[in-house]
C-alpha cells in the first residue's frame, strides 16, 4: 500500500528537488498536464523582458547582428540534439510540427521515387494524418497515405513504402514503440524512417542515431517548457543532408538570404529546412526552456519519472477500486512515456471536476483522462493528492453537474 508518508520520503530523497523552484507554478494547482504545456520556467520571464525591452527596444533592427539573433534556430538545435540522440548541425529550430512534418515527409518521398506510399498508424495523433494527406493531394497520381493498425505495422512495411511516419509516444495512452526495430524494419524494405518526438523529448530517452532514424520531427511547448505555441524542431541525419530537399524554399533556407537572388539556392546542411523569418521571441523562450532541461541529469529525469508513473497507476487503482477506470497506458513502464491515462465513459467531466479542484490533467475522446508526469516540477506528494481529490471527486459524483460535462474548444 502506498502511504503519504512513502511518498514524502521519495521527495526528501530526490536529486531533482530543487528544479521546482526554477517554475512559476501557481499556488495550490497540482500540474498534471505538462505532457500538453510546460508550466512557465522563471527565468523565462526575465529572458523575454530583456530581450523584449533591451534587444527589440533599445537595438531595434541591429539586434538581428549584436544578438546574434539569425543564429537562434541553429543555436538551439544544437541544445535539443543531445536531448534526442542527435549531433550537432543534425537539428534545427524553426516553425511548428506540423510545417515541418510537411516539409519532411515531402522530402522523404522525393528521395524514393517510385514509392508512392506514406505509412503510418491508424491512431497516430490526427494532425500527423492530416498532414500526410495533404502532402499526397499535391504530390499527383498514386500517392498514398495508408493507415494500418499498430500492431500491423511492421509486416505493412513493403516495397511500396517511401516512408514510414510514427508518433515514438503515443498521444493518448503514453504508449511507446520501440523505435530501433521498426526503424530497422523500415530499411530493410528500403523504406526511410520519420519519427514525431513531440511526447518523447524531455520525457523520455530517445536516440535517434543509435536507432539510424532518418527524420523527426518534435514540439517545443511539452516537456521542453518552451511556452504555448513554442517553435518546433526538426532533425535530418548527417548523411541524408546533402540529398533531402524540402519544398518550403523561403528565404531564410537559402544558402545567401540576404544576396537577394532571382532564384533559389539551398543552403548547405540543416539551414536549407528553414523557411520564413525565426520567431524571435518564441526561439529565446523555448532556449530557456531546452538549457533547464539540460541542466538536469538524464537519468534521474527518466528515473523519477518511470517512478512516478508507476506510483500514480497504483494510487488511482489503491483509492478508486470501484469507480470504473482502466489503465489505458502499458503497465510496463519501459513501454511507457511520462503520462499515465485511465479509460472512464465520463472522462470528460471527471476532468473539469479535478480541475475545479486544482489538479490539472486532461482529457482526450472518447474517454480518455490524461494525466503527465513531468520530473522537473512535480513532487511525489502532488501524487497522492492528486488521487485523493480523484476518489472525492468519485465518491461524491462531484463530477456529475451541467457545468463540468459541457465540452470547451480545449479539452
Not at 524553426?94 to 498508424?121: H, M, Q, Y
Not at 493507415?147 to 503515443?170: F, G, P, R
Not at 533556407?253 to 532564384?263: L, R, V, W
Request: charged share 20%; hydrophobic share 45%.
Amino acid at each position: 500500500m502506498i502511504t503519504s508518508e512513502t511518498l514524502s520520503a521519495l521527495d526528501r530523497e530526490d536529486p531533482l528537488a530543487a528544479f521546482r523552484e526554477e517554475f512559476d507554478l501557481p499556488e495550490g494547482t497540482i500540474y498534471l498536464d505538462g505532457n500538453s504545456l510546460g508550466p512557465l520556467p522563471r527565468r523565462t520571464l526575465a529572458r523575454l523582458i530583456d530581450v523584449t525591452r533591451e534587444e527589440w527596444g533599445q537595438s531595434l533592427i541591429k539586434s538581428w547582428n549584436d544578438y546574434g539573433w539569425m543564429a537562434l534556430p541553429q543555436r538551439i538545435g544544437d541544445k535539443i540534439a543531445p536531448v534526442i540522440g542527435a549531433a550537432p548541425g543534425e537539428v534545427i529550430a524553426a516553425d511548428s510540427t506540423s510545417v515541418n512534418l510537411f516539409k519532411l515527409l515531402a522530402a522523404a518521398c522525393a528521395l524514393r521515387p517510385g514509392r508512392k506510399v506514406i505509412l503510418t498508424e491508424q491512431g497516430n495523433f490526427p494532425t500527423d494524418i492530416y498532414i500526410a494527406e495533404g502532402l499526397v493531394s499535391v504530390l499527383g497520381p498514386g500517392y498514398e497515405v495508408r493507415a494500418v493498425a499498430k500492431e500491423d505495422i511492421v509486416q505493412s512495411i513493403t516495397d511500396e513504402i517511401a516512408v514510414v511516419a510514427l508518433t515514438h509516444v503515443d498521444y493518448r495512452t503514453g504508449e511507446m514503440l520501440d523505435m530501433t526495430a521498426v526503424t530497422a524494419a523500415a530499411h530493410a524494405a528500403g523504406a526511410l524512417m520519420l519519427w514525431d518526438l513531440s511526447h518523447s523529448a524531455g520525457a523520455v530517452p530517445v536516440d535517434l542515431n543509435g536507432a539510424g532514424a532518418d527524420f523527426a520531427v518534435g514540439c517545443g511547448y511539452k516537456y521542453l517548457n518552451g511556452g504555448p505555441g513554442a517553435p518546433a524542431f526538426l532533425f535530418v541525419a548527417a548523411d541524408l543532408q546533402a540529398d533531402a530537399r524540402q519544398p518550403l524554399s523561403g528565404w531564410m533556407g537559402h544558402a545567401s538570404p540576404f544576396d537577394f537572388e532571382a532564384s533559389y539556392r539551398p543552403a548547405d546542411g540543416i539551414a536549407h529546412h528553414l523557411a520564413g523569418t525565426p520567431a524571435i521571441l518564441g526561439l529565446v523562450a523555448l532556449e530557456e526552456g531546452v538549457d533547464l532541461f539540460n541542466e538536469a541529469d538524464a537519468a534521474d529525469i527518466r528515473h523519477k519519472s518511470t517512478l512516478m508513473t508507476e506510483c500514480f497507476i497504483a494510487l488511482v487503482e489503491q483509492e478508486c477500486p470501484d469507480h470504473g477506470f482502466t489503465l489505458a497506458s502499458p503497465r510496463d513502464a519501459a513501454q511507457r512515456g511520462s503520462q499515465v491515462c485511465f479509460r472512464h465513459d465520463q472522462g470528460y467531466a471527471i476532468i473539469q471536476a479535478l480541475i475545479a479542484r486544482g489538479v490539472v490533467g486532461d482529457f482526450r475522446s472518447p474517454d480518455i483522462l490524461r494525466f503527465g508526469c513531468a520530473p522537473l516540477y512535480l513532487r511525489y506528494q502532488d501524487l497522492w493528492n492528486a488521487a485523493v481529490h480523484l476518489r472525492r471527486v468519485m465518491d461524491t459524483a462531484a463530477w456529475d453537474t451541467p457545468e463540468f460535462k459541457t465540452k470547451a474548444a480545449v479539452t
